[in-house]
Structures are given as C-alpha cells and as structure tokens.
C-alpha cells in the first residue's frame, strides 16, 4: 500500500472540481471514497478542508491520503480511433513546432479536453496524431475555451510540459488576444480589475456556468471570488458601432475576458453567455446583427499571440495565429487590416 502523497495541480487542470481531478489521476477511485476522504479531512488542498466539488487552481498541492494498490492502478486503456478526417485537421493546425513544443491554431467549436458533455473530439484526444515520430502523445500545458481560437502550445516530453506550466503559473508568458466587440469602449486603453465568482445555476454537464464580476473592493468579503486583471486596447472602431480590440490576460481566470469586456459594457461579438448576441441585441447595431449577413453569430475571440521564453533554448519564442475563418470574414466584411495591427499594441516605444 502506498503512503500520503502530494501532487500539484498543473497549469492545464485549473478549474476542475476536486473529485472529477481525482478520477482523472486515479480513474478506479469510487466517487463515495473520494467524499469519504473529503468529510473525515484527508483529502486537502493547500492544507485546508476540501468538499468534493471545491474548484482547484493551478499549482496548489493536493495532499492524497494512502489509497491502496488496487486504487493507483492504471484503468483499463481506452482505445479511441481518430478519424482520418481528424487527424488531417489536427496536422493542418500545426502552426510552429519543434522537438519539444508544438503550436496549433485551435479551431472555433473544437475544446481543448475532454469532460462532462464534450465527447471525445477535443485536442487532448487529437493530440496522438501530433506524435510525428516521437513515442508518447503531446501534452496540453494551457487551454482555450471551446469557442476561442488561437495559438495552444503542447508540450513533447514531461519536462517541457513542467518548465512551461511553471512560467504560464508565474505569468511569465505573454498571450495577447483578438476580439471584436460591441461599441467602443472609453478609454480606448486601459484596465479591467473585477474580481470573478462563479453564478449560480448551471446546464447539462455545467457547461451553462458562467462568471460573475465582483467590485475589486468586494472581492475580499466575496465567498469565491478570485481577483483577475485584464488590460485592453482599442486597436481601431467602426464609427461608435464596434471595436478591435487587443486583449491580455495578466491574471488567468475561467471567461475572464468574456466576462471582464462585457462588464463595462462592450460585450464580444457572438458571446451570447455575456451578452453578445443577436437575440439580446437586437435592433440597436450591436452583438452578431451588428452587419446583418456580413458578421458571423460565432464567438469572435482570438488567441492571436503568444511570447515566451523557450525552456530548452532559452530564445524568446513569438507565435501568431491567422484569424479564423469567420472573423477574417467580419474584417474584410468591414474593412479592417490585420497587417495594420502592432504586434504588441501594449509594449510599443515611446513615438
């Protein structure tokens, strides 16, 4: 029987509810144990009490009490065929690559893992055809939510997959987004610093659940509430009607920016969660009728770039990711140039 162990949640597990993160690790665990381990106080994170459904975060310790050889065995391997029509778009994704890291331009609509009501057409389950000769799959060290595009970095080896979950954990990569939102937000430039809790209410497999911003004053006496930060550009504007805007996660919360942009009032086009789209916009010029035909009804978020430090070479690395297809489509419809954009709108030298 195997003693008390500690592991650290990882950069790309962040937000899980506790017991779904310890199936994940020890998928012959019962869901009565795990509960049993929460109520008599073995199971903690950082120390402290859990219930099953505490969200964790990425980098906190779960203490693991003993379980027992039978329950650390490895569940029976799932064998899933990926199509070949999969495994094509998967390749055509690859944007940049190395023997160490992988990007991808992630699809609109694909997820980034699996889970409640997601199947098994996500990216961590494409990742075996991204193999191109090495012996273990790529491993996924952040994600984007289903309906955001962009660059996603996969790591090839376990070491990899540490060094860069380390720096995205100590915010020492910088990720710079794409949108399109409803009017023009004033100042052109500047900082979101609303606290977020998760809303009450939820849909089939939670994936209805959305964030709620919390006055940074209120975050502290908030149960839940978890500060976030988001700086923002406005990079050009459509009259008064719409805006591009540059966008960087300083702080790395569930929906942040969807959430963070649609607070002061300029929602991201097709985000009906916040308040996006067509049907809760109407006949005012904004959300997804904001162009008629011309503007897609799909979420216009966009991983556009990313900058690190490269673990192995220690190089600055810089991906950019092409638009997708239905916002290339609302920039030609309305007459934007990405070649017009500055890498970095936040970092440029004084004029």
């Known amino acids: 029987m195997s003693g008390v162990q500690t592991r650290i949640v990882g950069e790309d597990e962040g937000d899980q509810r506790l017991d779904r993160w310890m199936r994940r690790h020890f998928p012959l665990l019962t869901q009565g144990r795990i509960e049993k381990m929460c109520r008599k106080g073995e199971l903690r994170v950082d120390g402290g009490r859990v219930k099953t459904a505490t969200r964790l975060e990425a980098g906190q310790k779960v203490r693991i009490p003993p379980l027992g050889d039978e329950a650390e065995k490895p569940a029976p391997k799932y064998e899933?065929?990926?199509?070949?029509?999969?495994?094509?778009?998967?390749?055509?994704?690859?944007?940049?690559?190395?023997?160490?890291?992988?990007?991808?331009?992630?699809?609109?609509?694909?997820?980034?893992?699996?889970?409640?009501?997601?199947?098994?057409?996500?990216?961590?389950?494409?990742?075996?055809?991204?193999?191109?000769?090495?012996?273990?799959?790529?491993?996924?060290?952040?994600?984007?939510?289903?309906?955001?595009?962009?660059?996603l970095l996969l790591a090839r080896t376990d070491r990899v997959a540490r060094a860069l979950s380390e720096a995205l954990r100590h915010r020492n990569v910088r990720k710079i987004y794409w949108s399109a939102v409803a009017g023009v937000p004033h100042p052109r430039a500047g900082s979101i610093k609303y606290g977020l809790v998760k809303a009450p209410g939820r849909g089939r497999g939670g994936e209805a659940e959305k964030m709620r911003c919390v006055h940074p004053n209120e975050v502290a006496t908030t149960e839940g509430a978890k500060r976030a930060h988001t700086d923002y550009a406005v990079l050009t504007a459509l009259g008064s009607r719409m805006a591009w805007l540059a966008m960087v996660p300083i702080t790395g919360r569930t929906h942040q920016l969807r959430a963070h942009i649609a607070e002061i009032g300029h929602p991201i086009i097709g985000d009906g969660k916040?308040?996006?789209?067509?049907?809760?916009?109407?006949?005012?010029?904004?959300?997804?009728?904001?162009?008629?035909?011309?503007?897609?009804?799909?979420?216009?978020?966009?991983?556009?770039?990313?900058?690190?430090?490269?673990?192995?070479?220690?190089?600055?690395?810089?991906?950019?990711?092409?638009?997708?297809?239905?916002?290339?489509?609302?920039?030609?419809?309305?007459?934007?140039?990405?070649?017009?954009?500055?890498?970095?709108?936040?970092?440029?030298?004084?004029?």
């Open 274 to 351: 916040y308040g996006g789209s067509q049907q809760e916009n109407l006949g005012d010029g904004w959300g997804a009728g904001i162009g008629g035909d011309g503007i897609s009804n799909k979420l216009h978020l966009h991983a556009q770039t990313i900058i690190f430090e490269h673990p192995i070479t220690k190089k600055e690395i810089t991906i950019t990711a092409p638009l997708p297809d239905h916002m290339q489509k609302t920039w030609d419809y309305v007459g934007w140039d990405v070649t017009h954009a500055p890498l970095d709108p936040f970092n440029m030298p004084d004029a």
């Open 80 to 151: 899933r065929k990926i199509t070949k029509s999969d495994a094509e778009m998967i390749k055509a994704s690859v944007i940049w690559k190395d023997e160490h890291i992988i990007a991808i331009n992630k699809p609109s609509g694909l997820p980034s893992q699996g889970g409640s009501g997601q199947g098994d057409r996500h990216v961590d389950g494409l990742a075996e055809a991204l193999m191109f000769g090495f012996k273990d799959k790529p491993k996924l060290v952040h994600r984007l939510d289903k309906d955001t595009s962009g660059v």
